[in-house]
C-alpha cells in the first residue's frame, strides 16, 4: 500500500463496509500505526481524536470486527475495510453509525461465486464442487433438476429445518450450473429487472 498520511496530518478516514452485506457500518481516523495494527492483529484499529491513542473498535463491548479486506482508493488518502462485525457497530447498540439495520446476508452469495469459480479454475481432489465440474454439465444439470424435486417435497411438508437444507442445496448448485455456462449471476438478474420494468 502506498497511504498518504500527509494530506490530513497524519490520519486518513477508514470506511468499515460488512464484508457480506455490503452495508457500510462506521467511518474512523487511522494514523500509520493504527493501520498497522489492524493489519497485524486482524481487528479494525482506529486512532482516537479524542482519546488520543490507539482504539480497537470493541475492545470495551466486545464487538471487534474481523477484518477481510484492506482497499486503498485512488489517491492513497481513505480505506476501505471490509469486515465482519461481531455485534452492533454503533456505541448507541445500533447495527451501524447511521443506525441502519444490516441483517441481509445475501452478499454472501457473491463470497459464494468467487469460491465456486475458484473451485472451477483450481480444482482439488477433495473439493465436491471441483468433482462436480469434472463430471460435466450433464451431471451439474441433473444435480439442479434432483434438488429441484426434493425442494418441491420438502415444501409439501412443514419442516423449516429440512426446507431450508433442500433450499440452500438447490441455490448452490444452481450457482454452480451458472458457472458451468459461464453464465455470471448478474446476467440472470438484469432478465429479472427488465421483467420488473415492463
Same mark, same amino acid.
Given at each position: 500500500?502506498?497511504?498518504?498520511?500527509?494530506?490530513?496530518?497524519?490520519?486518513?478516514?477508514?470506511?468499515?463496509?460488512?464484508?457480506?452485506?455490503?452495508?457500510?457500518?462506521?467511518?474512523?481516523?487511522?494514523?500509520?500505526?493504527?493501520?498497522?495494527?489492524?493489519?497485524?492483529?486482524?481487528?479494525?484499529?482506529?486512532?482516537?481524536?479524542?482519546?488520543?491513542?490507539?482504539?480497537?473498535?470493541?475492545?470495551?463491548?466486545?464487538?471487534?470486527?474481523?477484518?477481510? *479486506?484492506?482497499?486503498?482508493?485512488?489517491?492513497?488518502? *481513505?480505506?476501505?475495510?471490509?469486515?465482519?462485525?461481531?455485534?452492533?457497530?454503533?456505541?448507541?447498540?445500533?447495527?451501524?453509525?447511521?443506525?441502519?439495520?444490516?441483517?441481509?446476508?445475501?452478499?454472501?452469495?457473491?463470497?459464494?461465486?468467487?469460491?465456486?469459480?475458484?473451485?472451477?479454475? =483450481?480444482?482439488?481432489?477433495?473439493?465436491?464442487?471441483? *468433482?462436480?465440474?469434472?463430471?460435466?454439465? =450433464?451431471?451439474?444439470?441433473?444435480?439442479?433438476?434432483?434438488?429441484?424435486?426434493?425442494?418441491?417435497?420438502?415444501?409439501?411438508?412443514?419442516?423449516?429445518?429440512?426446507?431450508?437444507?433442500?433450499?440452500?442445496?438447490?441455490?448452490?448448485?444452481?450457482?454452480?450450473?451458472?458457472?458451468?455456462?459461464?453464465?455470471?449471476?448478474?446476467?440472470?438478474?438484469?432478465?429479472?429487472?427488465?421483467?420488473?420494468?415492463?
Amino acid at each position: 500500500m502506498n497511504i498518504d498520511f500527509n494530506k490530513m496530518n497524519g490520519l486518513i478516514p477508514a470506511i468499515v463496509q460488512d464484508a457480506i452485506s455490503g452495508v457500510v457500518l462506521m467511518q474512523g481516523f487511522m494514523n500509520s500505526e493504527a493501520l498497522a495494527k489492524t493489519q497485524e492483529t486482524g481487528m479494525v484499529t482506529f486512532y482516537s481524536r479524542s482519546k488520543e491513542r490507539l482504539w480497537t473498535k470493541g475492545e470495551t463491548s466486545g464487538n471487534f470486527m474481523e477484518v477481510v *479486506s484492506i482497499k486503498e482508493d485512488c489517491d492513497g488518502d *481513505s480505506l476501505l475495510i471490509k469486515a465482519n462485525p461481531r455485534g452492533p457497530v454503533c456505541h448507541t447498540g445500533a447495527d451501524t453509525c447511521w443506525n441502519e439495520v444490516n441483517s441481509s446476508k445475501t452478499g454472501f452469495i457473491d463470497q459464494l461465486r468467487a469460491i465456486i469459480k475458484d473451485r472451477k479454475t =483450481n480444482p482439488s481432489d477433495q473439493s465436491y464442487t471441483a *468433482s462436480l465440474f469434472a463430471k460435466g454439465i =450433464n451431471k451439474i444439470a441433473q444435480k439442479v433438476g434432483e434438488e429441484a424435486v426434493e425442494i418441491v417435497i420438502e415444501a409439501k411438508d412443514d419442516n423449516k429445518e429440512l426446507f431450508l437444507g433442500e433450499a440452500a442445496d438447490l441455490l448452490f448448485h444452481y450457482l454452480v450450473l451458472l458457472e458451468a455456462k459461464e453464465i455470471e449471476l448478474d446476467e440472470v438478474m438484469e432478465v429479472l429487472i427488465k421483467r420488473h420494468q415492463k
